[in-house]
């Protein structure tokens, strides 16, 4: 199909508690496959989707140190790569079982469940129309999976870097805890960094704002939202220069 929305190749950040209901940890297939039915309809509209996973769900290097002096900080960080492992084996199977063509890619060398990233090879995928599962965020540690989202979202020279959250974009403060806080429909960069808006993380932004590639954050609760932002469509927040 031909796409008649905006963008050709898309990066699509979803993060861990997207796998996970509601309030809990690990992976509910339940959630996957909702998720994955949302990613396959979007695709199903022309665009080239490349999702960079999280492992939030599991376990965040930052948070599993808190208190624990017998687990090096670096180690912890090679944990919650792992963990977006065990997130990219669960969506790929879940993507394929409603038909869509996939591919599970990693930055940390995972051989024998996937495949190692190569640039070249990651946009043959993609031209040839599998949804591309990018794992083991940027194969580096203290750093988080948004930045790998920037990272894979500049290699793979995506028009737009969609990170879909649990609320309906970027506010001036934390919507779940505060009820005076404002919605913004667009924000710049320069915004982004003087307000220190919780957008994504600060290295993830500055490649961004570096390379002029757009943002969207948007609610992946919201059903059809993913289509709706793959179209175009006004909803969540925008981000550019
Ligand atoms: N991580 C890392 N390097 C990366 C990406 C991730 O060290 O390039 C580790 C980091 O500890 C992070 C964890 O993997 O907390 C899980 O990723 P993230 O927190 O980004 O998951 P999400 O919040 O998107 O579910």
């Known amino acids: 199909k031909i ?8 990066i699509l950040k979803l993060s861990g508690e997207s796998f996970a209901a509601a309030g809990e940890r ?3 297939m339940e959630e996957v496959v909702h998720i994955s039915a949302q990613t396959y309809r979007a ?11 999280g ?3 599991i376990l965040r290097g930052a948070q ?16 919650g790569m792992l963990a977006t492992v065990i997130n990219g084996l669960a969506l790929q199977d879940a993507l394929e079982s409603l038909g869509c063509e996939t591919r599970l890619l990693s930055t940390l060398k ?26 083991g965020g940027t194969g580096a540690p203290f750093v988080t999976t948004d930045t790998a989202a920037a990272q894979k979202a500049l290699e793979l020279e995506a028009d737009i870097l969609m990170k879909a959250t649990r ?13 005076h806080a404002v919605f913004y429909r667009d924000l710049t960069f320069e915004q982004v960094r003087n307000q220190n808006l919780r957008v994504m993380d600060p290295t993830a932004i500055a490649h961004c704002m570096e390379h002029n590639l757009p943002i969207l954050v948007f609610n992946y609760r919201t059903d059809g939202n993913i289509e709706k932002a793959v179209r175009g469509e006004q909803i969540g927040t925008r981000v550019t220069s």
């Open 43 to 53: 695709k199903q509209q022309g665009v080239e989707i490349a999702i960079v996973i």
């Open 55 to 57: 492992g939030g769900n």
């Open 64 to 79: 599993f140190i808190a208190g624990n002096s017998s687990v090096h900080e670096a180690t912890a960080h090679y944990m």
């Open 3 to 10: 796409t008649s929305g905006p963008y050709k190749r898309i």
């Open 167 to 179: 609320v309906d974009g970027v506010y001036s403060d934390d919507p779940e805890k505060n009820p």
């Open 26 to 28: 690990g992976i509910s």
């Open 110 to 135: 995972c051989d024998g469940v996937a495949e190692p990233f190569i640039r070249r090879r990651a946009r043959r995928h993609l031209e040839k129309g599998r949804v591309i599962i990018l794992a």
